[in-house]
């Protein structure tokens, strides 16, 4: 009997304990609704918060709302979460296009008011690669659900946001135009060419504002519209809107009369840089010897052709250099060009693989046509490998620009080597190595 008293008791005691919780737990949960209820931000709060955001946004019923909230707030608590999430995919990844495709795939599953609330918390964290590239990618999804407040937004930021806000409005225009390039021609035509006193933040041009890929996807949405809209731009801006839509040449459908409308302009820099874009795009196709033979049939001043010859060889020069370059040298109709060709294809190729470059041009024979090319070797890598720089200096074989070369590579060794330039200068051979 004893036991089964004290088994009672015990039981009584468990649950007077428990009521006396679940009252306390029940007197906090009140307290909290009456303290969240009583100092929640009102609806003019919560408009001034968003304003910040959205031009307008702070107007009466303007307010950005998700279908079944009352409030931006929950939204950007959760925001909060997955842009922190987002940003550990970008700095952890080792593959980072996979980062960058899981990344814009998460993104583009947000909505409206997700994306808002999302640039809003991205507002206040401090600036950063990932917390730009997240910004971008927002940006982005929100031209797809609202192009219009996707620009004004970026265009509205101050001059002293933290990122570029010509990039951001770079941005909002491409991914447009990719919808609607006509709409998005007309914005930039906004911010480009008309302006305000307080666009002059956003007037520092980036890429002039994405103009080639504008004028790209005009092209492809409407070719009559792209040629018709090109001819109204000044000089400088149809260089740029003619870099974009001369890639159209690659596509067999828009080639003939992409070519047709660059050669009917006047010579000029324009004409030059449109069909240089033009028949390199038609190359990197697929088509080199098309394109060249169609480039020979145009019966060009030798100077315009040549500069075209050289800007295609640039154009594919980085899939296979070595290629590239032989055939521009080829290509040559003097000395004078042969030795400007050496040049220009030495210095490029220097910065990004010296030893290479310098077995090519030996291969080309280091005559006099070379000199030239042989200087810019020389001075180019005589930081890092001076004694080289030396032999190649020396072995010039014009006496002026050997002469000039040794002095200028003499000078850089001192500067970048000075307790071993006696030991540089006196050791070197009289041969590139």
């Known amino acids: ?77 959760d925001m909060r979460q997955r842009m922190v999430q987002l940003a550990r995919w970008l700095v952890s990844e080792t593959d980072r296009n996979a980062a960058h495709a899981r990344v814009t795939a998460a993104i583009a599953s947000l909505g409206r008011d997700e994306v808002i609330a999302a640039l809003a918390v991205l507002d ?10 997240l910004r971008s990618r927002l940006l982005e999804r929100w031209v797809a659900l609202d192009p219009q407040a996707a620009f004004d937004y970026a265009r509205s930021l101050p001059a002293d946001f933290g990122e570029s806000p010509a990039r951001l409005v770079t941005t909002v225009l491409r991914r447009w135009a990719f919808f609607d390039a006509a709409a998005a021609l007309q914005a930039w035509r906004g911010v480009a060419l008309v302006g305000t006193p307080g666009d002059d933040h956003v007037l520092r041009r980036t890429d002039n504002f994405g103009l080639d890929m504008i004028a790209w996807h005009l092209g492809r949405q409407d070719l009559n519209r792209a040629l018709t809209e090109i001819g109204t731009l ?97 290509r040559a109709q ?18 990004l693989d010296p030893a290479t470059a310098g077995r090519w041009l030996i291969a080309q024979g280091l005559d006099g046509s070379a000199a030239a090319a ?27 620009m050997r002469q000039r070369t040794l002095v200028q590579v003499e000078d850089r060794i001192r500067q970048q080597h000075p307790h071993r330039a006696g030991e540089l200068l006196s050791g070197a051979t009289n041969s590139p190595p």
């Open 334 to 351: 003097s000395p004078e060009e042969r030795s400007q060709r050496l040049e220009l294809m030495t210095s490029i190729w220097t910065d």
């Open 1 to 77: 009997m004893r036991f089964l008293w004290k088994l009672l008791r015990s039981f009584a005691r468990l649950v007077a304990l428990g009521v006396a919780l679940l009252c306390t737990v029940l007197f906090v949960f009140l307290a909290g609704y009456w303290l969240g209820w009583k100092f929640a931000p009102t609806d003019a709060a919560r408009q001034t918060r968003a304003a910040k955001l959205v031009p307008g946004a702070g107007k009466v019923g303007s307010l950005p709302r998700a279908p079944q909230s009352a409030s931006l707030k929950p939204i950007q608590e």
């Open 234 to 330: 000044p000089g400088e801006d149809q260089s740029v809107a003619w870099r974009g839509l001369a890639n159209l040449a690659a596509q067999e459908e828009h080639r003939e009369r992409i070519l047709a409308a660059i050669s009917a302009l006047s010579p000029s820099a324009v004409r030059s840089g449109a069909l240089a874009n033009a028949v390199s795009a038609w190359a990197q196709a697929g088509n080199l010897d098309n394109a060249v033979q169609w480039l020979d049939s145009t019966q060009l001043d030798r100077r315009e052709q040549a500069g075209i010859e050289e800007k295609m060889a640039l154009s594919f020069f980085y899939e296979n250099p070595s290629n590239s370059a032989d055939w521009l040298i080829a």
């Open 374 to 400: 042989m200087w810019r070797f020389a001075n180019t890598i005589a930081a890092n490998h001076p004694a080289e720089a030396v032999i190649w200096a020396r072995s010039i074989p014009d006496e002026d």
């Open 124 to 133: 206040t964290a401090p600036a950063s690669g990932p917390m730009n590239t």
